[in-house]
């Protein structure tokens, strides 16, 4: 792998030291080992050196505003690199500070307690190394096209498995998978029926694509795409869940890499979203605050292919089935099938690929159980693979390879430190024990500089792909459910079963705050309240114990309760008044009238049930029209009837019926659009750690009180 590092991005002016970084080849093992030797030293004295309180402070504040300053002023990959480095060595220097200094307690009960609190920081360092390591050069693939001579071109099949979802959710992403440009004599598309339903077999028949069931449901969808594989004989497999509609360009635009790496196995693409995921939505953040899954298509992904180590993540990929066949099929051990489906074939000596180039689009969880439950499926298979297909351990990775498999195993590990860290402080305030054996400005003294400059680095790094301290919601949410799940399957990975992810079919009719899955959440933030209330009476006002020990656990409370507020609010669904989400995108319509009079006008959004169009200013339509809609696809004109259900100067308008036909033309000039999902990925609105703190605390201390008072409905 070539890894001379060029420095994309926002360059700056070069001078000397810049072009000497350009021109060494990092590949190469001398440079690493001269690099090595010669700051070990340096890096020993500064970890070590002992500082009392005050100049471990200044010192601390001049890293911090020097990091600000470059981070503000210079914008290269070697900048990130020398963030981190400078996050490094204060969190370094806070360990051994915290290994010689913290651990001298006074009781059993401290002793437990204070270990345990170590145990959380260790798991949350060595995850932050790890994402260090992983994310320090993102490749950045690009499209590379295919021969211009189609004959060239290989044979593929379209797996779209499905177990009980709806029609009308299976129906978009089918018709989307036929138009995919292809030779027609080269792609045969598949509908994966695991329900082995009626309906599908006749749409399947109408459609004129292939239908293949089975008699038994061994192995859930692993299974399913294994017994497809069996029934199918492309050179290539693609794969979308079935509520994924792929692009018409899905295969043009990645195929070309298997041409250029005959050793490619696999290439994965983002999962795209079209409709906000339960967070989003009840915290009305969507298209503000990037979601969850930006982070690890749009930075880890990267950092992965650079190691040589892209995750298949079971939808929006496309495998070569000779590798799949060396590997025995999509593995079967464990219910994240398609992560330890990529280790086997990384074993194997395979590459993987990933191009951060959304060509699919699907739907969220719609529900906060249903998001809860899914998450939980991928945490307790990632715990399968660490306990039964270690990757640190066994043949056939490399040592980034090894580090990235094992940085996104233990990334799922994070409920039992996650519920340290928000149960931590009230061992002090309501018990007074001791669990961090210093003087509480010592803490503060090397604490602020580690997490702080932590949270420089990483934003960055992360800035277009995740607001600071948003991921905390999504841990703090999860961690009481992932815990015991975690644990079970590190102690017996055969235990538990796969369960279907409830996409598009659950819907609220009003507002409601769900109390039962909001427990957890609700019962630790009524702690961290006593515990709050108890230390500002007890030790602030009471004048007992340690004045600035309580400051300092005062403030850890504070910020729990910011999180848990913010999780709180989460589990009020909000109420949905369409029936499908909407995708909003503007593209030229035109309106034609019954009275032969035309408008141009423009798609505000659509869905595969209507659409809302803007008029020209000035004019103005009524509700119960019939209309005529054409919207251009290239130099063809679509058209569709429609009824106005809303009507004024911004139409809500609702699809006819319509035959399989036309169904499949609004599909190919909507949804499969080769443009609609790349446009605005990774432009997401940037914000400072203190604005998106600050943000943060309106969702966080609020929280309660709008439960109880905010009847806002949001459209969905």
């Known amino acids: 792998m070539n890894t001379k590092l060029p420095l994309p991005g926002h360059s700056i002016p070069h001078n000397a030291l810049f072009e000497l970084m350009e021109k060494i080849d990092w590949s190469a093992p001398l440079p690493k080992i001269v690099t090595s030797l010669f700051f070990l030293p340096f890096l020993i004295v500064i970890i070590s050196f002992p500082l009392d309180y005050k100049y471990q402070f200044a010192f601390g504040i001049i890293v911090l505003i020097s990091g600000s300053l470059i981070s503000k002023y210079f914008h290269n990959r070697f900048v990130s690199l020398l963030l981190m480095i400078f996050s490094s060595i204060m969190t370094l220097r806070y360990l051994y500070w915290r290994f010689t200094t913290t651990l001298d307690f006074n009781s059993p009960a401290e002793s437990f307690l204070g270990y345990c609190l170590l145990i959380a920081e260790l798991y949350g360092v060595s995850i932050m190394f790890l994402s260090y390591f992983q994310s320090a050069w993102p490749l950045n693939r690009k499209y590379v096209p295919l021969p211009k001579d189609t004959n060239l071109w290989p044979t593929m099949d379209v797996f779209i498995p499905t177990f009980n979802e709806p029609l009308d959710i299976v129906r978009c992403s089918v018709l989307a998978a036929q138009s995919i440009d292809w030779p027609s004599h080269k792609i045969k598309v598949h509908i994966l029926d695991d329900g082995g339903r009626p309906t599908f077999k006749e749409f399947a028949r109408q459609a004129g694509v292939n239908y293949i069931a089975r008699l038994d449901h061994r192995h859930a969808k692993a299974g399913n795409l294994n017994h497809a594989l069996n029934q199918t004989n492309g050179e290539y497999v693609t794969i979308f869940d079935c509520d994924h509609i792929p692009s018409r360009s899905f295969l043009q635009m990645t195929m070309g890499w298997f041409f250029k790496d005959p050793k490619l196995a696999l290439i994965q693409t983002p999962h ?28 880890v992904q990267e950092g992965n292919d650079f190691w040589n180590a892209s995750f298949f993540c079971g939808s929006c990929a496309i495998l070569k089935r000779t590798a799949l066949e060396k590997i025995g099929g999509i593995a079967t051990d464990t219910v994240t099938e398609d992560a330890h489906t990529a280790l086997k074939l990384s074993r194997k000596g395979y590459n993987l690929a990933y191009l951060s180039i959304p060509q699919a689009s699907g739907l969220a969880t719609d529900s906060f159980p249903a998001h809860i439950r899914q998450r939980t499926r991928w945490a307790r298979g990632m715990a399968q693979i660490f306990r039964i297909d270690n990757p640190l351990l066994g043949r056939g990775l490399t040592i980034g390879q090894r580090l990235c498999y094992i940085t996104a195993m233990m990334g799922f590990f994070y409920g039992f430190p996650r519920l340290v860290f928000l149960l931590a ?56 459910y992932v815990l015991l799940p975690v644990i079970l399957a ?164 609702e699809f006819s019926p319509m035959d399989l036909d036309n169904y499949r033309k609004l599909v190919q000039v909507t949804f499969s659009r080769a443009d609609n999902w790349a446009v605005d990925w990774g432009n997401n609105r940037k914000a400072s750690p203190l604005k998106s703190l600050s943000e943060l605390i309106g969702h966080g201390p609020l929280s309660p009180r709008k439960v109880m008072t905010n009847n806002k409905v949001r459209k969905v």
């Open 272 to 299: 795209h979203f079209f409709s906000p995921d339960p967070i989003e939505r009840n915290l009305d953040v969507h298209g503000h605050v990037p979601n969850e899954g930006e982070l690890f298509y749009g930075l």
């Open 425 to 480: 402080p009230l061992a002090y305030l309501l018990f007074g024990f001791e669990i961090y054996h210093a003087f509480a400005l010592t803490v503060f003294s090397f604490a602020i500089p580690h997490v702080f400059m932590a949270q420089i680095a990483n934003h960055k790094v992360q800035s277009q792909y995740r607001h600071s301290f948003w991921g905390e919601i999504y841990d703090t949410l999860l961690a009481p």
């Open 490 to 653: 590190i102690i017996n990975p055969k235990l538990g079963s796969f369960n279907v992810t409830v996409k598009g079919q659950t819907k609220f009719t009003k507002d409601q705050f769900d109390a039962k899955i909001a427990m957890p959440s609700i019962i630790l933030f009524a702690l961290n309240v006593i515990g709050a209330a108890y230390g500002i009476f007890n030790n602030i006002l009471g004048g007992y114990g340690e004045y600035w020990t309580a400051v300092l656990n005062l403030v850890w409370v504070a910020f729990n309760l910011v999180i848990l507020g913010a999780c709180i609010f989460v589990a009020k669904e909000a109420k949905e008044l369409r029936r499908t989400p909407r995708v909003d995108m503007e593209l030229p319509a035109t309106i034609f009238l019954p009275n032969g009079r035309t408008i141009f006008c423009s798609t505000v959004d659509f869905s595969n049930r209507g659409m809302s169009l803007k008029l020209p200013d000035g004019i103005n339509l009524g509700p119960n029209k019939i209309l005529d809609i054409g919207i251009f696809r290239e130099t063809e004109e679509v058209r569709f009837k429609g009824v106005v259900r809303k009507g004024g100067n911004l139409l809500g308008v």
